[in-house]
């Protein structure tokens, strides 16, 4: 942990360091005093305080010097800590392995992959001539910056693979800029974009369609709210300030779009999104001259994804009328909805991708939250099992036309390999496995299912030595997400073999909100049904103390995101049930979160509090932030957050962090880590994921007594 630096901060308040040094491991009561006022907004008819509205100005000088204090606080409690420095080391010896991912041939005859030698801040993307071929850098990460705080957000080769667009990200935020490379010499061109988000670079002609939002104000890049996504073209050569403006809808400033042709350049495709828990689909045949975009959908009530095309074919991947989702063709003569033709009909098992390959088709499913894949004929007809590794998840790459595809592997024992699947024989053969310097042989994992508080089913995976004994005396980490229709499958983490080592152990719950049994399971954990969300992990809290694993003495929940937003109602509805409670970026402010960045896209899943008086009162009565009471004796507490996290701001974390400190009593602390040159969490250099990886597992070790 270091003390935060901003460009923008004025120096360190000496007097207020001084006092948040002094600060016991225990904490007690020795918080710095956040910045207040009498602010109070009024949601029909009822006043609600913010008394700490100040810390949403992230640059104010209160703010930083708030900042300055908490990270001050949280530094010197985890100095104290003897297990924090081994257990560092540790983190730094399991993560030391290579790992390589699927390789993919592009229309160039090379070879692409990306590989992270073992303590790399980002993977390298490398080019070869066959896929077991000598390794040539084609870009590596590493060089855009000292820190490793630069990171790769993906790469667009153009149809001919004589360019490639790649996006960058900078300390973390989700704001991108594009850049173009010549692939041959690997010189860089002179294209240079800004103010992209949330974008692919979309190849066509001599240049590429990218997604954009008018420049923020200087200052709040990272708060300001997020309208009006514009769809612009750039042709290479030329500076920004003339790519064309392509597509913007004023009407509908909340939505976002996206443009993409197929393979063939035959077609051209719009995505529209982020008004309901769909999107909208529509084609325009680039055979006609001047021919119009055709909405091949009704609304956005439904998911509906591109697969392939195949003359003038198109096969789409959907939830409408098939909440468990469904392969579907269309043709772009007559392509609306209601002519789409059943390719392969909706199952009890999810549907999660559809690939082309040689002449055939295969299909990923996910059943009780791990993967079972399937080889048919294009047409859908005999489906054949394809043997995996065992229970995990595996993601396909593949190409149509091709004998062969590579797919890759993992579980919560088993680190991720690269396979190659020959499809005449539907045959598996072991590609790559990573060299660990660890053993996993003692560990197993167990599915159960258990019952929430309405009689609902829920699975859950529990990963634990085999000789783990069922006495209430291990320490649990309990991990879940219940939201946005994720679905959390088998994967492998090497940041949980120090703790799975000394005995402890992990547990993924798959809760409702995700997709692990299609829409529906999504949507009984949204808007009016979200608690159920909560009551889903109560329960797997309850199920797993009743059952010997754990007590509440040992318990810790961990969760991110929309999983803090679980983590900190959890703790402010059953603080009894757990110790330790690590809430990393979450949504804490349920009446504001839609005021911030692209906070608004999350309106479908969880309503706002401006949509009626009853939706106001459902998630005042589950916000955090708003149901925090003095005189509470709360878990131990490690709230995470980041300066440059323009996804969840971190206003809602500050403000969370504050009421706690100020609400709490007994001995255990209530801290908040605020990270620096970091956001969300995607991109994140491994370094400074490591240094947070040992503050978490020593704050739960420490706390739970393990």
Not at 309 to 335: E, Q
Not at 421 to 426: G, L, V
Not at 452 to 459: A, E, L, N, R, V
Not at 649 to 658: E, L
Request: proline fraction near 5%; charge should be negative.
């Amino acid at each position: 942990m270091w003390i935060i630096s901003y460009d923008v901060m004025k120096p360190i308040d000496l007097t207020v360091m001084a006092i948040a040094l002094a600060a016991t491991v225990s904490c007690g009561t020795s918080y710095p005093q956040a910045p207040k006022d009498d602010t109070t907004d009024v949601y029909f008819g009822t006043e609600v305080k913010d008394p700490f509205r100040p810390l949403e100005d992230e640059v104010a000088p209160a703010t930083i010097d708030w900042i300055h204090a908490e990270n001050a606080l949280t530094d010197a409690y985890f100095k104290k800590l003897k297990i924090r420095g081994p257990i560092y080391d540790r983190l730094l010896q399991v993560v030391n392995y290579e790992k390589v991912g699927t390789p993919s041939r592009h229309k160039n005859g090379k070879w692409y992959f990306y590989r992270n030698d073992g303590l790399q801040n980002q993977s390298v993307l490398y080019e070869s001539d066959a896929p077991d071929g000598e390794a040539r850098v084609l870009l590596d990460p590493n060089a855009l910056s000292e820190d490793g705080t630069v990171a790769l957000k993906g790469t667009w080769f153009s149809k001919d693979c004589k360019y490639m667009a790649y996006a960058v990200s900078r300390s973390g935020s989700d704001w991108q800029e594009f850049y173009v490379m010549d692939v041959e010499s690997r010189k860089l061109l002179d294209d240079h974009i800004l103010w992209s988000k949330f974008s692919l670079a979309a190849w066509h002609g001599d240049g590429f369609y990218y997604g954009a939002y008018d420049a923020p104000e200087e200052g709040r890049e990272y708060s300001s709210v997020n309208e009006c996504h514009k769809i612009y073209y750039h042709k290479i050569g030329t500076p920004q300030s003339e790519d064309k403006l392509f597509y913007v809808n004023p009407d509908q400033p909340k939505r976002f779009y996206e443009v993409f042709t197929n393979e063939e350049e035959t077609m051209m495709f719009m995505y529209e999104d982020g008004e309901d828990v769909g999107n909208n689909l529509y084609v325009k045949d680039l055979t006609k001259k001047d021919a119009p975009f055709v909405q091949m959908t009704p609304d956005m009530k439904s998911r509906v994804s591109f697969v392939e095309s195949d003359g003038n074919l198109i096969y789409l991947l959907t939830n409408m009328d098939a909440p468990c989702y469904r392969l579907a063709v269309a043709d772009i003569c007559n392509p609306k909805w209601t002519e789409w033709k059943d390719l392969v009909p909706e199952t009890d098992a999810v549907l999660e991708s559809a690939l082309f390959v040689g002449d055939k088709l295969i299909l990923d499913y996910s059943r009780d939250a791990s993967t079972h894949a399937y080889l048919c004929y294009k047409d859908g007809s005999d489906p054949q099992e394809i043997a995996l590794p065992g229970i995990g998840n595996a993601y396909f790459n593949g190409k149509k036309g091709e004998d062969w595809c590579f797919y890759s592997f993992s579980s919560f024992t088993v680190p991720g390999s690269v396979y190659s699947f020959d499809i005449k024989n539907s045959e598996s053969k072991l590609f790559r496995k990573p060299s660990t310097d660890f053993d996993l042989s003692g560990l197993e994992t167990r599915q159960v299912f258990f019952p929430s508080k309405d009689g609902t089913m829920i699975p859950m995976f529990i990963t634990c030595r085999k000789d783990a004994p069922l006495d209430g005396s291990n320490t649990v980490y309990l991990y879940g997400y219940g939201g946005f229709a994720i679905s959390l499958l088998p994967s492998f983490s090497a940041s949980r073999v120090p703790f799975l080592e000394k005995g402890g152990i992990y547990v993924q719950v798959n809760l409702r909100g995700g997709s692990e049994y299609g829409e529906k399971w999504h949507e009984a954990g949204t808007k009016m049904n979200k608690e159920n969300v909560f009551d889903d992990f109560i329960a797997a809290a309850e199920w797993l103390i009743d059952n010997g694993y754990t007590s509440k003495e040992k318990l810790a929940i961990v969760v991110g995101s929309n999983g803090g937003l679980l983590v900190g109602a959890w703790m402010t509805k059953r603080p009894d049930l757990f110790a330790v409670a690590v809430p990393e970026v979450g949504v804490m402010d349920m009446l504001r979160y839609h005021k911030f960045t692209i906070g608004w896209n999350w309106a479908p899943d969880y309503g706002t509090s401006e949509d009626s008086p009853e939706m106001f009162r459902y998630l005042y009565g589950y916000s955090p932030l708003h149901n925090i009471h003095e005189g509470v004796s709360y878990p131990a507490t490690l709230i995470t957050t980041a300066d440059h996290d323009d996804r969840v701001v971190p206003a809602h974390s500050f403000k969370f962090a504050a009421r706690l400190q100020e609400c709490t009593t007994g001995e255990k602390p209530a801290l908040i880590r605020i990270d620096t040159k970091a956001g969300h969490g995607g991109g994140k250099p491994l370094s400074k994921v490591l240094e947070e990886q040992a503050d978490i597992y020593a704050f739960i070790i420490h706390n739970t007594g393990m």
